[in-house]
């Protein structure tokens, strides 16, 4: 009898251990994914060159995020960014983690690549 309880205690806190990752991978999915770029070029920079703040009507300056949506390509650092836009998308999104040479946004917004990036949204 004591073994069963110990079992079905067990059991839930499994479950619930399993529901919560669960979630904790959804926190991390976005629709889109931001490269810094020279507002005045349209030209891909350094993420360095960005900072939390560099949003189109927001205070930008000369370096604005570029969101490029899920399928979607970022250019290589140097090359011209198409494709996306300088709005904020009203869902989740990360800014910078893209690879420096270039990449297919995929989702999740880092590529499945370990770089680093910010999430917001």
Known sequence: ?????????????????????????QDEEVEAAAVC?????????????????????VGGGAFLWYFLPIGGRAPAI?????GGT????????ALGGVDRGGQTI????FGGSSQSGRIGG
């Open 1 to 25: 009898m004591r073994t069963r309880r110990s079992t079905a205690v067990g059991l839930t806190v499994t479950a619930m251990l399993a529901m919560g990752l669960t979630a904790c991978g």
């Open 37 to 57: 770029t020279d507002a005045e070029t349209g030209e891909r920079v350094d993420d360095d060159q960005c900072d939390d703040d560099s949003f189109r009507g």
């Open 78 to 82: 140097g090359s011209r960014v198409t």
């Open 86 to 93: 300088y709005d904020r998308p009203s869902g989740r999104y």
């Open 106 to 109: 995929s989702r999740g917004g």
